[in-house]
């Protein structure tokens, strides 16, 4: 016959003190009441293991945060699982599974996870352009969702709805990004496979558009507009220097003084900042020192060679020059990233080096074995193909329209 234990009474529990050792006070039915020498008082049921035979117990809380009654309902909750043969250990412990699957394991939270590590694989305009489109087309309708009830069906007929106001090239990123979330899940243990895999083919293919840009006959045509356009001298000043540097336009608005050696005439750009996450160096002509010079004397106190006139502890933003470009009359015809595809051209018109008009462009150029063997930056080779770039630059603008004319 088992042994008669008194029930504890709060005042009985309020006045145990410690000792020098831990004491065990017990309530009755496998309720016991802790006592560390630290004073620390927590209440724990004790039983046997339904499944092994074995004493087991589970921890409850602390007092007085959890009163003797609410303790007593929880050793009751356990002794009723006992009795029906389940383990109430592993009980709490699938519970709490299923209580992350549905609301710490949302389809946001796990977006929040893998985007932290994305982030650091692509540039942070890149980024920024990923979680806002997440937050415009995803979030607001499935956000909420635990990641284990996100289907192939539920993404589709989120999906359609941006489908249906024409933005194709938009689905298929957010198919892309969607489908790098749940491998990221199905990676991590929350999801046993990524259901999604096959939905960008429940959409039609956007048309692949070319980013627009001038042909290389209509380069004096951009100088002649750009040196009468009412617009800011540095605004200009960056449209010609991501022309002369052949930059992508965040790179050129991003630009650091710290990242200038100017005794060496070389521009490194950090790997972070690069859209393939790998430096890049680039000559600095003649023409590109005098625009150089020019921000240099605008005197702004600022670390970016094109500081933001709102805010010069920030960059101009990168779609600066695409805003100029539209107000000059280009819209349509031209976009600041076309720059690029213009110096492309031309330089391969006029019969230059494939591979030093590629490295000048940080373009990777053959299969990623070539690319380990290959190493090289043509550096010292892409001085003179930057010096020809930049004088036909002038040459173009009559000399006289360009910021960059060296006196």
Same mark, same amino acid.
């Given at each position: ?12 529990? !309020? ?41 087991? +117990? ?123 979330? =749940? ?21 039609? !293919? ?56 100017? +005794? ?9 900042? =690069? ?19 020019? =921000?240099? !004397? ?29 107000? =000059? ?79």
């Amino acid at each position: 016959m088992a042994r008669r234990v008194a029930p504890l009474t709060d005042n009985k529990v !309020k006045n145990a003190k410690p000792t020098n050792k831990e004491q065990v006070i017990s309530d009755g039915q496998g309720l016991q009441l802790r006592i560390l020498p630290n004073g620390t008082k927590s209440w724990r049921y004790v039983f046997k293991n339904p499944l092994t035979g074995k004493r087991s +117990s589970i921890t409850l809380g602390t007092y007085p945060s959890l009163k003797i009654a609410n303790a007593r309902q929880q050793a009751t909750s356990h002794r009723e699982l006992v009795s029906q043969g389940i383990d109430p250990k592993a009980y709490l412990h699938e519970e709490k599974i299923k209580y992350e699957a549905q609301n710490k394991h949302t389809l946001f939270n796990v977006s929040k996870e893998w985007f932290n590590l994305k982030k650091h694989d692509v540039t942070e305009d890149y980024a920024q352009d990923i979680w806002r489109s997440l937050e415009l087309h995803v979030f607001p309708a499935i956000g909420n969702q635990s990641i284990t009830t996100i289907t192939a069906q539920l993404v589709i007929n989120t999906l359609k709805i941006v489908e249906a106001k024409g933005s194709l090239e938009t689905v298929k990123r957010l198919a892309q990004r969607l489908n790098e979330i =749940m491998t990221y899940a199905a990676n991590c243990g929350l999801i046993e496979v990524n259901p999604i895999s096959g939905v960008k083919a429940a959409f039609k !293919k956007p048309q692949k558009e070319h980013m627009k840009a001038l042909e290389p006959h209509e380069l004096p045509e951009l100088m002649i507009t750009l040196a009468n356009a009412s617009i800011r001298c540095s605004t200009r000043c960056l449209i010609e220097f991501q022309l002369h540097t052949m930059t992508r336009p965040n790179e050129a608005a991003g630009a650091q003084w710290s990242e200038f050696d100017l +005794s060496n005439k070389i521009w490194t750009i950090p790997a972070e900042r =690069m859209k393939k996450r790998k430096e890049h160096r680039i000559p600095i002509t003649s023409e590109v020192l005098e625009l150089l010079k020019l =921000m240099k !004397k605008m005197r702004i106190d600022s670390e970016y060679v094109f500081p933001s006139t709102k805010n010069p502890k920030k960059p101009m933003h990168s779609q600066t020059a695409n805003m100029a470009l539209k107000r =000059m009359g280009f819209g349509g015809r031209l976009v600041s990233h076309g720059l690029r595809s213009i110096a492309s051209s031309t330089l391969n018109a006029e019969g230059h080096d494939y591979y030093l008009i590629e490295a000048a462009l940080a373009h990777l150029v053959g299969n990623e074995s070539h690319r380990a063997y290959n190493r090289t930056d043509y550096l010292e080779r892409r001085r003179e193909l930057m010096s020809w770039w930049s004088k036909h630059i002038v040459k173009a603008s009559q000399a006289k329209s360009s910021l960059a004319a060296v006196a």
